[in-house]
Structures are given as structure tokens and as C-alpha cells.
């Protein structure tokens, strides 16, 4: 199916945390608690959290937000760490201005508390932005620095969630799948083939990923009332 055209991003940021309507926000706060029970408290330690899709466009960004700030609102504290470094927008949607990020760390440059904004639109809610585009970003999410930089935020948040980039396109999610407890894959309606799926799904399958199930992005609901509908589940059929 032709891709939609994707909407400004100007009006991301009516779409993102206390500006969501009832519905949405109703949305997010199921999505929370089915990865609740899907992922087990872990003893000192974050549920980290994997948000990914077939193709760049479909929500993943949007989705990431919206679940770590229903996180905070639930009393947790949560980590949002921009792993997208070659398309960042974490930044724009949550109206921030430019400092340094996750590559400024993770090339050695800047040190943690430089690179940590916290309580970014909700107590409890911290961010790690995506930082100067860097030449090598597969590289970095691969290195030693990045899997000990979960290692070490594990012990001082309930969650982590990586906003990661789209499976079809790098294997940037592939990699970084290993550090998570789970994957969620976003689909957005009218937006990606069916047959961009079942390439991502058989990706993830291949590294053994945990998909703990899919955000359907953007459908109508039965009433139209509202456009933010988000199914989860395991219920990924390739014949589907
Ligand atoms: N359910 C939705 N309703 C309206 N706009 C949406 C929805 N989901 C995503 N968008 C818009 O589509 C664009 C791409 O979303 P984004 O979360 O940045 O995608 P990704 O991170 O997967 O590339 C953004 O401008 C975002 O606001
Ligand atoms: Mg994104």
C-alpha cells in the first residue's frame, strides 16, 4: 500500500503527553499495563523496553514518548533514551532546545550529567536526546559504552525505553534488541507493506528478539470519535 503522507512535525506536539486527548491517553495507559504484565519486575534492575517498526515514519518516536510519560504519571521513574541518531525528533516534539546526546556520550566527549535532561514534561520522566548526528551510529549502539550505559541507568530507573531506529532500514534495532527485556513493533495503518512486516518480524526472529507485541497506529475507531486506537497482543500473522 502507498505510503501516506506523514504529518508535520509542528503538530507533534499537540500528539504527546498531557496534551492528548481523554482516548489517547487512555490508549497509553492500556499500553502500560499490558507491558507490565508482560515484562516481570526485575529485582533493582529496569524493564528495558525496545520501541521499533518496519519502516522510519509509522510512530515509534510518538509511541515512545507517550508510554514513558504514562509510565512517570503512574509513579514510576523512567529512562527515554533516543536511539534513532540518524533521524532524531525527540527533541522538536518535546520542545527542548540543543544540547548534547547519546552519540556526544557515547563517542566520549560528554559525561552523563551532561547528556541527562530530567523530569522532560513529567516528574520522573528523564531523556537521553539522540545528540549530534554521528558518522557511525550502528557502531556506537553496538559498542561496549552503549550496552554499559543500560547496564549502569538499569539500577536507578523502573523502566528504560529505547526510541530505536526501523528494522527494514538498519540493523541498529536488531542489535540493540540483546539489552532489552522486549520489543515493541508499531504498525501504522495505510503506512507500511505487509511485506515490510514479515521482513522486520523474520529479523527479529533470526536474533531471537522478544516481541512482546504490536501498537496499530493511527486507526479509526468503530465511533470515529477518536483516531488513536492501540491494539496489543501477540496476534502477528505473516498471512494477515
Ligand atoms: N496516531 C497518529 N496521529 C497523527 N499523527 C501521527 C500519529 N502517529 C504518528 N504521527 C505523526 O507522524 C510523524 C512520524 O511519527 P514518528 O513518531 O516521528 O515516527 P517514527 O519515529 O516511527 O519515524 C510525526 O510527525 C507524528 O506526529
Ligand atoms: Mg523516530
Known sequence: MAKKTV??????????????????????????????????????????????????????????????????ESGRKVLLIECDMRLPTLRKKLGQKKFAGLSNLLAGVDEEGEVLRQNVGAQGLDVIFAGKAPPNPSELLASHAFSRLIEKVENYYSFIILDLPPVCEVSDALIVSKLTDGMIMVVRQDYSRSTDLDYAMRQLEYVDAKVLGFVYNGAESKTKRYKYKYRYGKGYSSKS
Open 7 to 72: 504529518r508535520n512535525e509542528d503538530n507533534d506536539i499537540s500528539l504527546i503527553g498531557d496534551k492528548l486527548g481523554f482516548e489517547g491517553k487512555e490508549a497509553y495507559n492500556l499500553l502500560r499495563t499490558n507491558i507490565l504484565y508482560a515484562v516481570k519486575r526485575k529485582e533493582r534492575s529496569a524493564r528495558v523496553i525496545g520501541v521499533t517498526s518496519s519502516v522510519h515514519g509509522e510512530g515509534k518516536s510518538l509511541t515512545s514518548i507517550n508510554l514513558a510519560h504514562s509510565i512517570a
